[in-house]
């Protein structure tokens, strides 16, 4: 819907209207939810998932809780800069950038970050490049992004029979009764 709102009526708390900032030299669309006063809350979501993937009830819960909440779209994804297919003009040093930009864009000194699949190895970069930048950093479904220290080995990759499940073109309908996908 038009109110971004997807139809489930407006969230209780104050909610800016999605605006493209400037960002590295490229637009990205932004959102917030919340005081601008309250500490700010990141969330960065996975590839190809537009800023809506965080819906606007769980924005608002957490705005709710005394929290200023920013969601935004990746490049590549809803309103932010895109570009030609397989052609991609950034790599995931620009995404991790993209956040501090976004803070910087807001005038956002320190934030906790929340990011889901590559999300969360975006917040891990921006953690590790720009420290006191991060208050926190929550991690879903994701990975470490850099190998083990010495004594502690690399997580193993995915077992073969999901990444076959993975890889299935088109992917299988969902089955409610299967437990293994």
Do not use: K, N
């Amino acid at each position: 819907m038009a109110d971004g709102t997807g139809g489930r009526g407006a969230p209780d708390v104050a909610r800016s209207a999605r605006t493209v900032v400037p960002v590295g030299g490229v637009g990205i669309c932004v959102q917030t939810f919340g005081d601008d006063a309250d500490p700010a809350v990141v969330l960065v979501g996975g590839a190809g998932a537009p800023m809506d993937w965080w819906r606007d009830g769980f924005c608002a819960a957490i705005a709710r809780g005394g929290r200023r909440v920013v969601r935004y779209d990746l490049r590549d994804t809803g309103q932010s800069v895109s570009y030609p297919a397989g052609r991609p003009g950034y790599d995931g040093a620009d995404l991790a950038a993209d956040v501090v930009g976004v803070l910087d864009a807001l005038g956002i000194a320190r934030a906790h970050l929340a990011g889901v699949s590559m999300g969360g190895g975006i917040v891990q970069r921006v953690a590790v490049d720009h420290p006191g930048r991060v208050a926190s950093v929550t991690l879903m479904s994701t990975s470490p992004i850099g190998p083990g220290d010495p004594g502690e080995p690399d997580l193993p990759p995915p077992s073969a029979a999901l990444q076959a499940a993975v890889a299935e073109e088109p992917a299988p309908p969902p089955d409610p009764d299967d437990r293994r996908r």
